[in-house]
């Protein structure tokens, strides 16, 4: 009797091409700008090798292609965050969402929209409405604090299979898709420095330095290497519920000679940006709404929303795969928009 080929998975099927799970995935499924020349050879080799495509994920994208009316799957969007309407309020998370969102759509999914923080909305409603609609995974965001996922809701987000967008995660994910810090700091503080500013700060929660194993701290002091006839200038840690952080501030900017202060969470410079923190001091912010023409742009924030539903629409497409403990991470380097032409100092 002929034994059965062993399926190859996506994986393997990319190694063995020297491309990306993504590039195969996109040339298998039709999809427009991968050359004719690639997708001959994935189609060959997809052949050879015993590859058998995903029907979901084929299906999902023939609807995409057609038009027709109708959704095969429904993925969860689960918000996180104590607020409900974020949108306008957090930049890089509304372009995260706004950019999976439609990678979703594009795919053949349904959006069901999910806030841990309803009133009265509790893991049994969670279950309850995964099962109604046939959600299977999702994506998660927003929760970058510890308390954010609260641990009542463990259990039941455990039973889906979760990609965190924008974070890593103290949430039951399969994978975590982020902007790489150390790179995303390291960038803006040069590019602050290029801009004639030779004495800046840099302000993080402690816990979000913690979570991402320094990231933070390492790009603000990778981007001070290149100065020459100074001591580094370390991070001041923002500790949440302190009042005592404004007059930190000021310490921290008389002491190290700050000309300018760079702020990366959204919810500090909603507090610094009402504050006075001295007139020979720039604030530069991460978050687009605090920010003028001369703080550094990311330009592709929103690949991180497009990868986090191709990491899910992989995982919900591939059945019977063992999960490692330790979720996989994608890290997506930054790319930057080219700066406004600086302005003057007074």
């Known amino acids: 009797m002929k034994k059965a080929r062993k399926k190859i998975s996506l994986s393997k099927l990319a190694e063995k091409l020297g491309l990306s799970k993504s590039s195969v995935s996109r040339a298998l499924s039709g999809s427009p ?6 997708a001959k050879a994935v189609a060959e080799a997809a052949k050879k090798f015993g590859y058998k495509k995903s029907v979901p994920l084929s299906r999902a994208m023939s609807f995409a292609r057609s038009g027709a009316a109708g959704d095969f ?32 759509r594009s795919r053949g999914y349904a959006v069901c929209d999910i806030w841990l923080h309803e009133k009265n909305f509790t893991p049994a409603k969670f279950e309850k409405l995964a099962a109604a609609r046939g959600i299977r995974g999702g994506i998660v965001f927003g929760h970058y604090y510890r308390d954010s996922v609260p641990a009542e809701f463990r259990g039941a987000m455990g039973k889906l299979k979760l990609v965190s967008m924008g974070v890593k995660s103290n949430a039951p994910v399969k994978s975590s898709v982020f902007m790489d810090r150390f790179l995303m700091v390291r960038g803006f503080v040069e590019r602050i420095m290029r801009g004639g500013y030779g004495r800046a700060g840099f302000i993080v929660e402690r816990f979000a330095d913690k979570c991402e194993d320094g990231k933070f701290t390492g790009g603000f002091f990778a981007a001070q290497f290149g100065r020459t006839g100074a001591c580094p200038i370390p991070p001041l840690y923002w500790e949440n519920a302190c009042g005592k952080n404004f007059s930190k501030i000021s310490e921290y900017a008389r002491k190290y000679k700050l000309d300018a202060i760079f702020s990366y969470s959204t919810d500090v410079s909603e507090i610094i940006s ?73």
């Open 274 to 346: 009402r504050l006075p923190i001295g007139e020979n001091i720039k604030i530069f912010h991460y978050d687009e709404n605090f920010a003028d023409p001369r703080t550094p742009r990311i330009s592709n924030q929103k690949e991180v929303g497009r990868a986090a539903v191709e990491t899910l629409s992989e995982m919900l497409c591939t059945a019977g795969r063992t999960w490692a403990k330790k979720p996989p991470e994608i890290s997506i380097a930054p790319e930057w928009a080219r700066a406004a032409p600086a302005i003057p100092r007074a």
């Open 73 to 104: 799957e429904t993925i969860a969007f689960v918000n996180a965050k104590p607020v409900r309407d974020f949108y306008g309020r957090y930049s890089a998370i509304s372009k995260y969402v706004s950019a999976a969102k439609e990678a979703a």
């Open 33 to 38: 700008g991968v050359s004719a020349k690639t």
